[in-house]
């Protein structure tokens, strides 16, 4: 398929990947490495894979400065595997705090309630998820095992700048914003992601551990939910997401080459900041995210007159914009700008909401 027939996906998750890795894969698929096999069909303890998984968690170290005392695992499944294997591997005092602030911090929530006495720090839902209590004045649990938060509200559009300043070990949901901007990994006890957003395919998940978390004492679990057993395979405790694990090393490769973090965060926020101020001029469309919790990765947003919701995304389709549905708990629309939208795909979906403002009267 030749570079004119793709077209702009602004899809949530499972998302566009850039074009050039999608074509190095391409190019290697039948022959691996002049192995005569793909990366697919390869053991995973094959000194090549070994040697594959080992530059892969190099190149995510460098890309995100991840200090030595933190442990990187490459895990099968979906990110929310995670809001039951963090209760399970982390609790102690049995008492856990949850900033409760879009509907992914809400079901981790709900899930580790199962394991551990949840304490909400905020929650969102008093503002409908449009903004965020100051984490000056969240109310935290003494004690509490852990302060559990998403970086980004992916189905509501809001985003952290920066972790809560407090005292407590930080679990973070980095599903939908790792590697869109540096962070300071030493903020945070454990970092996940899983990988359909802004990473590979669907089918793994990122794990980033500080260490002494490992050595925490936990009931029986089964080792496939252990840290520690998983920590101490490095990652290679069962056949891991081979494929995913090749993805995802071309997309460090492609962000390395693209400048690193700080390049994307540059991009990104440039994206953004387009789109918003589009629909902050516009008398058509609106978002009501408090902005300084509006999201870099999933702008959302509404058309004032919802009767014209369903021709806009038809027409949208017929100009190559594809998946702009907003997620069916919120309505409206969402466009997710991930690291692989171009800033093209950006001012191509500006110029067409204008066009369709104009073409309903709106000067
Ligand atoms: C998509 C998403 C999830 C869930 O991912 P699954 O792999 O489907 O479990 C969790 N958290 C955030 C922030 C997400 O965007």
Redesign the pocket.
Known sequence: MSHSQRVFNFG??PAALPEAVLQKAQQELLNWKQLGMSVMEISHRSKEFVQLLETTEADLRSLLAIPSNYRVLFLH?????Q?SMIPMNLTQSGRANYAVTGM?SE??AKEASKWTEVSRACDSRDTDYLSVLDAKDWQLVDGADYLYF??????NGLEFLSPPHVEQDLVC????NLLSRPIDVSRYALIFA????NIAP?GM?LLIVREDILAREHGLLAQVDDYAALAEKRSLLYTPPSFCIYMAGLMFSWLKEQGGLSAMQARNLSKSNKLYKFIDSSSFYSNQVDKQYRSSMNVVFHLYDKALELSFLEQAKHAGLCALKGHRSVGGMRASLYNAISIEAVDRLIEFMDDFQHQHNVV
Do not use: H, I, L
């Open positions: 949530a998750g499944g979906p990110a929310r595997a809001f992914w079901m981790a998403t970086a980004n509200e992916t189905v949901d980095m599903t939908s899983g990988s359909q957003k669907a998940t």
